[in-house]
């Protein structure tokens, strides 16, 4: 917890810049809704990835090379894990009829329940990573200091890397969202038309308020990232598991940056198609690299070449060899 009081004025800078970007974007840029276009979308990914870039020199000036590393690393990780969640914001999106000119406002109100949630699993997970390390111990001639969260954290992101790997592309398809608990509880509390209001989440029919199919999108959406949290958030304990600051900025960013990059994934999918190899390789590794933790320490650095490395050689395998389209 040292980094959050030894530098309020990188906490100040990060706060100043979430809490105004989402201003601009909910109440300027975005106050109506609207279709967005690939354009827009490319700019708004560039301002997001921009600022990630900006905020870790900051990182690097005033924190030195290593928590610049750990910040980049986390950010890429989380930015690349989130691709998956993506695909299933598409099909979740194509199950309701969502109109298109209210993704964004469902993704805007999803990612702010994704940072309160992120919140809470980083700043407790540090926490509990401090009260599970065990008693320095010798095994096999080495002294070692093994934490046990952190290692079932690295033997599950093991699993979930072998699991991604084999997964078939098309096991969300024909699933119902409506079974999805995030669904079940909206329809739990409030009485639920069968027909959209604009973007309204509720509206009145015959003098009876109803909540509109578009929040039941929204519990949809926010259960799906709960899920998909299961996976990101042990994978960055990895990179820094004592710094909670490096950890919550660097996933927010990640994050804050999703809805621009599902629009570019919704028009351009072909270039994510051997993407779920690579993150079943990053997961794997990261895995790897928290069992084995205790015995050898992967340099922050290391890791980023690998995600990146990894990352970049998906995507080129995603364009040099497309997936055949159905006739």
Do not use: C
């Amino acid at each position: 917890m040292d980094n959050l009081i030894n530098h309020p004025g990188l906490i100040a800078v990060f706060s100043v810049v979430i809490v105004v970007m989402l201003l601009l974007d909910l109440g300027v840029f975005n106050k109506n809704s609207h279709v967005v276009s690939n354009k827009e979308a490319i700019v708004w990914s560039i301002v997001w990835i921009s600022l990630s870039m900006i905020f870790s020199g900051f990182i690097y000036y005033y924190m030195g090379v290593e928590k610049f590393s750990q910040f980049q690393s986390a950010y890429w990780i989380e930015k690349a894990l989130s691709v998956d969640n993506l695909f299933v914001f598409i099909l979740v999106f194509g199950f309701f009829n969502v109109p298109k000119e209210n993704h964004h406002k469902v993704l805007f109100w999803g990612i702010i329940g994704a940072l309160l949630l992120r919140a809470v699993f980083i700043f407790s997970g540090v926490g509990l990573i401090k009260l599970t390390y065990l008693p320095e111990m010798e095994i096999f001639g080495y002294n070692m200091k093994i934490n046990v969260l952190l290692t079932l954290f690295g033997i599950f992101l093991i699993y979930a890397g072998i699991k991604s790997w084999f997964a078939e592309d098309d096991e969300d398809e024909d699933k119902d969202f409506n079974k999805s608990p995030g669904a079940r509880v909206v329809h739990k509390f409030f009485s639920v038309s069968k027909n959209y209001d604009k973007d309204k989440f509720f509206t009145i029919e015959n003098g009876k308020k109803l909540a509109t199919p578009l929040l039941v999108v929204v519990g949809v959406i926010e259960f799906t990232d709960l899920l998909f949290a299961v996976d990101s958030i042990p994978a960055i304990f990895a990179i820094a598991p004592d710094d909670p600051f490096i950890l919550y900025t660097s996933n927010i960013f990640a994050i804050l940056g999703l809805r621009a990059l599902y629009f570019l994934l919704a028009n351009f999918i072909h270039l994510f198609s051997k993407l779920k190899y690579g993150l079943a390789i990053i997961l794997a590794f990261i895995g790897v690299k928290m069992v084995i933790s205790p015995l050898y320490h992967i340099e922050s650095i290391h890791s980023l070449l690998v995600v990146a490395g990894v990352l970049i050689v998906s995507v080129l395998a995603s364009v040099m060899f497309p997936e055949k389209q159905d006739a």
